[in-house]
């Protein structure tokens, strides 16, 4: 099994946001923010927000919290976009997945 932990910063929060927002275009904000929390495995954006500004402590990438969160308001994705998408796994060679 793939495991994807990364610390938990603003700067990540940030730059994951940024690609989900080039990548998910289509996707509400408020929509896209929830499911980066959910994927980084808090209970919403809001607490992950908080947590990354006490600490960088290392999150494991969750991308079925991600993909289950979108896909119930309507978006369906892979689960596996949401990995692709974190900054750690952005300097590897990926395929872009396609949504579904």
Known sequence: MFT???????????AI?????????????????EALGRGLGFESYASAREASKRS???????GAAFRDYLGSRGFPVLAIFFIVRSPKSRSQTW??????
């Open 4 to 14: 994807l932990n990364i610390p938990a910063n603003t700067a990540n929060l940030a």
């Open 17 to 33: 946001k940024a690609e989900l927002l080039t990548s998910l275009p289509k996707v509400k904000s408020s929509h896209r923010c």
């Open 56 to 62: 960088s402590a290392l999150v494991t990438a969750n």
């Open 95 to 100: 395929s872009r997945p396609m949504n579904i």
